[in-house]
């Protein structure tokens, strides 16, 4: 005889008798969890991607991509790797834009920062049930054509994450 314990008492499983309590013995596994899988980029608000790249490239030797304009976002974007972390660029194209903003409020410098993960639809809802304010309700196509969101940096301490679909 095998005693499994459950939240309500007690039961006894004769496995001479019952071949199948065996299967209702197993724990039921959790669904898996969002998991932060790496640091995907950085993102660096600036007033001139031309200034910053010439910076990167003659102080750190970083090769800089072509600029990628973001008309929707009102931003052109460039990016640097190093040590398999991406620096992204953000210069905005209008006064009105949330990068020109944010330059107007807090000066050039760390916007967000962004987490890669397996499913950004998953990662949606498990942060909604966990009382996470987000940005975005639905995912939207980022600059590489990847699936993203952002997290309000009031929930996250002041940081604004973004996270990015694998």
Request: charged share 35%; net charge neutral.
């Amino acid at each position: 005889m095998f005693w499994c314990e459950y939240v309500h008492g007690r039961r006894s499983f004769d496995f001479a008798q019952d071949k199948s309590a065996v299967h209702r013995l197993k724990p039921k596994k959790p669904e898996k969890a969002m998991k932060l899988e790496k640091i995907e980029h950085i993102g660096i608000a600036v007033k001139e991607i031309s200034e910053v790249s010439k910076f990167y490239k003659d102080i750190f030797e970083c090769q800089i991509s072509e600029e990628i304009d973001v008309p929707e976002r009102k931003l052109r974007i460039a990016f640097t790797e190093i040590s398999g972390v991406k620096l992204e660029f953000l210069m905005p194209t209008d006064s009105g834009s949330v990068v020109a903003k944010f330059i107007d409020k807090k000066g050039e410098g760390i916007h967000h920062i962004c987490f890669e993960v397996e499913d950004v639809e998953r990662a949606i809802t498990e942060l909604k049930e966990k009382g996470v304010e987000l940005v975005d309700d639905k995912p939207r196509l980022g600059a590489e054509g990847k699936k993203i969101i952002f997290i309000k940096p009031k929930s996250t301490h002041g940081v604004l994450i973004e996270l990015k679909e694998k």
